[in-house]
C-alpha cells in the first residue's frame, strides 16, 4: 500500500508532526510505501533545522532528512504556506511544491493519511 503523508502542524505546537515521522517509519517497516510527505501550513516549520529543538521536542528536522536520504521518501513543502511563514530557505532535501502537485500524488496513493 502507498501513502501520501501530509503534515499540517509544527514540530512543537503539538505531537502530531512526531505521530506522523512514527507513522511514516512504521509503514516503512512494515513494507509499505510512501508517496511523499507534503508539508502545508504550520507543518512548513519541520524544515527548519535546529533552531526549534529543545529538551522536550523531538529534533523532527533530521528525522524529515534521514527518511529522506535511507528510504528515498520525498519531502515537499507547500510553496504558499512557505512564504507566508519561512524568511529563509530551506534545506536542499525539501522541494517546494503546490497544491496541483499533491492532488496529483493523492491520485498515485492508496491513502491519504493528515496530521
Not at 8 to 24: H, Q, T
Not at 41 to 49: C, I, M, P, S, T
Request: net charge negative.
Amino acid at each position: 500500500m502507498k501513502f501520501l503523508v501530509i503534515v499540517n502542524e509544527s514540530p512543537w505546537a503539538s505531537g502530531l508532526a512526531v505521530c506522523a515521522s512514527r507513522f511514516v517509519r512504521a509503514a516503512l517497516a512494515s513494507g509499505h510505501g510512501i508517496t511523499a510527505i507534503f508539508f502545508r501550513e504550520d507543518g512548513v516549520y519541520n524544515a527548519l533545522q535546529g533552531e526549534l529543538s529543545d529538551a522536550g521536542t523531538p529534533d523532527l528536522f533530521n528525522t524529515w532528512l534521514d527518511l529522506a536520504a535511507t528510504a528515498g521518501t520525498r519531502l515537499l513543502l507547500c510553496s504558499s504556506s512557505r512564504l507566508r511563514r519561512l524568511e529563509s530557505n530551506p534545506a536542499k532535501a525539501f522541494a517546494e511544491s503546490g497544491l496541483t502537485e499533491m492532488f496529483e500524488l493523492m491520485l498515485q496513493s492508496d491513502r491519504v493519511v493528515s496530521f
